[in-house]
Structures are given as C-alpha cells and as structure tokens.
T-cell receptor, first 114, second 114 residues
Framework: DSGVTQTPKHLITATGQRVTLRCSPR?????VYWYQQSLDQGLQFLIQ???????AKGNILERFSAQQFPDLHSELNLSSLELGDSALYFC?????????????FGPGTRLLVL | GDSVTQMEGPVTLSEEAFLTINCTYT??????LFWYVQYPGEGLQLLLK?????DKGSNKGFEATYRKETTSFHLEKGSVQVSDSAVYFC?????????????FGTGTRLLVSP
C-alpha cells in the first residue's frame, strides 16, 4: 500500500459526459501528479500540483482540468468525454516535487467511455 | 525531448532463470532513473532508483546501474520467481525541465513459468 488513495476504482460513463476523479496523497506529501495510461499512448504525464498551485502541465487536453485543495487532496475533471479518453488514470504524490524524489502511485481509476 | 526506450516484450522465462530488461534514455540534463513494476490490476510500485552516474539501485534481488556513458539503466535479477510476473517500466525525471515529471518507457511484460 503506497498510501495514495484514489476514488472511484472504476467508472463507466457515456460520451459527452463529465466525471471527477479524486486523489488523496500520502500524509506529508505536498506534490500531486496525474498520469494517464492507455494502450496507444502508454503512460503520460498530465499535470502536477504543489501545495495547492499548478506547477507543470504535460499532455493534458483542454477538456481536462485539475485542482488541489487546501487539505492537499486533488481532483481531475474530465469533460465532454470521448471514446478515446477511456484509460487508467493514476495519481501520484511526492514530498516536494524534487526530480530525485520517488513518486508514490495510487491504484488508479479505470475509466470506460461508451 | 526526453525519452526512454525499453525492450519489447513479453519476456518469457522459466523460474530461476536470469533476467535482463534493457532500458536506454535520452535526456537534456542528468536525470534520475527509476524502475517501476505494475502487477496485474494494481498501480505502479517503485522497484528501485538511481540519482547519479554509477549509482546502483537494488531491491528484492533486482539491480540496475546508472551508466551515463551508454545512457542505460538495465534491470537485472539473478533468479526470477513466478511472483515476479508483471510489467516493468523504466522512467526518468530530468532536472533540466525545472519540475518533476516522470517520462516512462512503454513497459516490458515479464512472464515467469514454474
């Protein structure tokens, strides 16, 4: 158990809908990351937050957004969903976001868009 | 941009065989290097890491040495077990980017038979 929790574990929805994925980092970690794992794109970095503020963006679509709350949990919002958004979404956390730090991953949320 | 190249899988071995999974990287700076493992239906777990050249990371019988001259971080284990069957991801974090995002290889599936 990494200490990172994600809910829900599975999500099935329809095209055009909006969903919210939730992540709670390890106790004491200030930095949260979101990654997408799909068969065609592999594991891709989406976005990073540090202590409530956005620090870096990767290959995140404009239809996707995220935020980190004062209690340090984070939410990833996916809107106007398309079939291609079906993937496994991981949250990870680390202490401060230094490049040498280990990122600890949650179990993931599997999203299926029908 | 930064990239990680891993050998194609699956790698199929018998129990107690020697394992090597090749990983090479391209990075602007001097990155930290990681091996993560993903067991079926689970999230990513850190297996080992190395943060500077010639460092050797080791854990659970697995080893990898950071080779700057060949830009490689090959994963090895002397005697694999059935329980090692999983997908292994090589990843880097490049300080030149100014923030910590993990760049992953495509993953190598290992299948160990009794």
């Amino acid at each position: 158990d990494s200490g990172v929790t994600q809910t829900p574990k599975h999500l099935i929805t329809a095209t055009g809908q909006r969903v919210t994925l939730r992540c709670s980092p390890r106790s004491g970690d200030l930095s949260v990351y979101w990654y997408q794992q799909s068969l065609d794109q592999g594991l891709q970095f989406l976005i990073q937050y540090y202590n409530g503020e956005e620090r870096a963006k990767g290959n995140i679509l404009e239809r996707f957004s995220a935020q980190q709350f004062p209690d340090l949990h984070s939410e990833l919002n996916l809107s106007s969903l398309e079939l291609g958004d079906s993937a496994l979404y991981f949250c990870a956390s680390s202490v401060v976001g230094n490049y040498q730090e280990t990122q600890y991953f949650g179990p993931g949320t599997r999203l299926l868009v029908l | 941009g930064d990239s990680v190249t891993q050998m194609e899988g699956p790698v199929t071995l018998s129990e107690e065989a020697f394992l090597t999974i090749n990983c090479t990287y391209t990075a602007t700076g001097y990155p930290s290097l990681f091996w993560y493992v993903q067991y079926p239906g689970e999230g990513l777990q850190l297996l080992l890491k190395a943060t500077k050249a010639d460092d050797k990371g080791s854990n659970k019988g697995f080893e990898a040495t950071y080779r700057k001259e060949t830009t490689s971080f090959h994963l090895e284990k002397g005697s694999v077990q059935v329980s090692d069957s999983a997908v292994y991801f090589c990843a880097l974090s490049d300080p030149f980017t100014g923030f910590q995002k993990l760049v992953f290889g495509t993953g190598t599936r290992l299948l160990v038979s009794p």
